[in-house]
Nanobody, 123 residues
């Protein structure tokens, strides 16, 4: 079993920045940040393979968000810059230990989820 716990959410003004963290307890193949706004479907934001390969991003956050990990792969980060009200959502980290051809953006690909952390962007 893989344990995930997010932190770092909060309220910021448009144009501000936040850094989310997700402590990962267990061996994973891929780790991904998702978000879900009220009344909307869960949306994949950014992903990284645990050990090799480049990250990937949703078009809506490309150039503003950066996904990274610490050297021992125990913590996943999401640096979010130039935030807009449209970024307001609950953010979740998700992980899978199984290699899959399914798109990284599909929530069904991930068995393990954190509890979520709220990000609110407003003036």
């Amino acid at each position: 079993r893989i344990g995930l716990m997010e932190s770092g959410g909060g309220s910021v003004q448009p144009g501000g920045s936040l850094r989310l963290s997700c402590v990962v307890d267990g061996s994973t193949w891929r780790r991904t940040w998702f978000r879900q706004a009220p009344g909307k479907e869960r949306e994949a934001v950014a992903t990284t393979l645990t050990y090799v390969g480049p990250p990937d991003y949703a078009d809506s956050v490309q150039g503003r968000f950066t996904i990274s990990q610490d050297n021992d792969k125990h913590t996943l980060f999401l640096q979010m810059n130039n935030l807009t009200p449209e970024d307001t959502a609950t953010y979740y980290c998700a992980a899978t230990s199984v290699r899959s051809a399914a798109a990284w953006t599909s929530p069904d690909k991930y068995l393990y989820w954190g509890q979520g952390t709220q990000v609110t962007v407003s003036s």
